[in-house]
């Protein structure tokens, strides 16, 4: 009973740890607050929630940060999880663009983003526990464009707290107190990305959950051609004429054929004050990018003019544009390709090693065109169902182990796609056999000498 007690009153103790991590602020400063706020992330958000438990024998963890649309909950207890490898988007950022048309002008919305964006003392606290093993960039931080904002970082820290939720208390495979070398953590080289992944990781492991001694995990990143995360669009021959080809042909074609896609691309080209009109020679991502950032945030764009509810009708046809050349052409094998490869190595280390991988967490923080191409190699989207990630949308591939009536393992894939199961390739099942999953990647997966030699034949 004493022992029952002392559980009791550390999952008490525990759950009240998860009610100081409400807002990001309150996390770094220290600072305790009552009731935990929602933290929304698109389809993921920590909410509070409370149970009452009648016997303290068989109490289970179910923290008060609970995932407000569920993940899919872990298969059963016969299956052993090896290794999780998460792929997530940056959050929410400031818009790119330093100007576009004659309407748009950085320097007209700087103040509006300048007080959403992480101040000087938040990211000093992230490099101290996650330390950023690149200079940082001060032409890409000064202006104040790319950056990830206040809400960026809580996207992405709900993120870490449900995962610690699934493999810390649910799962019992990473240990409740940090242990670095159970992590390995990459970021392309941009602040916002590594700044996401800081977030993460101090929702995965909050500051009471590390060792003084042992409490930092370095962030990694590569630079040009060998980054894998990067979707190579400005460094391979093949992908720029695959990319300037599938967007003329889907602009002339649907502006010529389809009155609602050219009653949109005239409204945005007349709020942004674009003169030209030519099909195919204005990219809906510039105008689209601007146009998010601001509406995440409820609010207009300065000195242009749209009409109300005008941003669901240009993402639909936004995305049509940005998925159709994946779903005609090579772009997504030569955009995911290299990640690809790069992310079975890792699932298959507890294979090759039996069980005795050198980490347990594999954490990629990168952008939206490095998810979309990666998500249509495994075949968890397609041109019809495909929907544009928001900020903090992240993918999960889950390798697990179970023994067969001899007794030998068999390991299976799962993916999960903010939170939830989605089936690989053709398969109907969530679980892919590993054979399954090493045939798609033969199929789809480059090696460096494969992607450079694709890249050549433009």
Not at 77 to 95: A, C, E, F, T, W
Not at 121 to 149: A, C, N, V
Not at 314 to 325: G, I, L, N, P, V
Not at 351 to 369: E, L, N, R, V
Request: proline residues 5%; contains cysteine; positive net charge.
């Amino acid at each position: 009973r004493d022992r029952a007690r002392l559980r009791l009153k550390s999952v008490q103790v525990e759950r009240n740890l998860y009610n100081t991590m409400s807002r990001w602020r309150v996390l770094l400063s220290g600072a305790t607050r009552a009731g935990a706020a929602a933290v929304s992330l698109s389809s993921v958000a920590i909410t509070q929630q409370t149970e009452t438990e009648t016997d303290a024998a068989t109490a289970e963890y179910t923290a008060d940060a609970q995932i407000a649309q569920e993940w899919t909950p872990l298969p059963p207890k016969k299956y052993k999880l090896q290794m999780s490898v998460i792929v997530h988007r940056h959050g929410d950022r400031s818009p790119i663009a330093k100007e576009l048309g004659t309407n748009f002008r950085w320097n007209s919305a700087r103040a509006f983003w300048e007080e959403k964006l992480l101040g000087g003392h938040t990211i000093k606290e992230m490099q101290k526990h996650h330390p950023w093993i690149r200079p940082f960039d001060t032409k890409m931080t000064s202006s104040g464009r790319g950056q990830l904002t206040e809400k960026g970082a809580e996207q992405l820290h709900a993120v870490g707290s449900s995962l610690r939720l699934r493999y810390v208390h649910q799962a019992g495979f990473l240990p409740r107190t940090l242990n670095p070398a159970d992590l390995t953590v990459r970021s392309t080289p941009v602040p916002r990305c590594y700044q996401s992944a800081a977030a993460l990781l101090l929702g995965l492991y909050p500051k009471e959950h590390r060792n003084r001694s042992g409490g930092t995990v370095a962030v990694y990143s590569r630079d040009g051609a060998t980054e894998t995360m990067w979707s190579g669009e400005h460094m391979c021959p093949a992908q720029e004429t695959i990319n300037a080809f599938w967007s003329a042909h889907f602009g002339q074609m649907h502006y010529h054929n389809q009155s609602e896609f050219k009653a949109v691309v005239d409204t945005v080209l007349a709020a942004f004050g674009v003169s030209s009109t030519t099909p195919g020679t204005t990219d809906l991502l510039h105008f689209g990018e601007i146009i998010n950032c601001f509406s995440t945030h409820k609010s207009l764009v300065p000195n242009v003019e749209l009409p109300v509810n005008f941003v669901k009708a240009f993402d639909t046809w936004r995305d049509k544009q940005f998925f159709h050349k994946y779903h005609q052409s090579h772009a997504a094998e030569l955009g995911s390709g290299r990640l690809l490869q790069e992310i079975a190595s890792q699932l298959a280390a507890p294979i090759q090693s039996h069980g005795a991988a050198p980490y347990k967490f594999a954490q990629y923080s990168c952008h939206d065109t490095s998810l979309v191409p990666l998500m249509f190699t495994l075949g968890l989207m397609s041109e019809e169902s495909a929907a544009w990630p928001k900020y903090g949308s992240f993918l999960v591939l889950e390798l697990f182990s179970v023994e067969d009536a001899g007794g030998d393992p068999k390991h299976f894939v799962q993916a999960l796609y903010n939170g939830h199961a989605v089936p690989m390739g053709h398969s109907t099942d969530t679980l892919m056999p590993w054979a399954e999953f090493v045939k798609m990647v033969e199929r789809k997966g480059l090696s460096g000498f494969e992607w450079v030699k694709k890249c050549k034949a433009a």
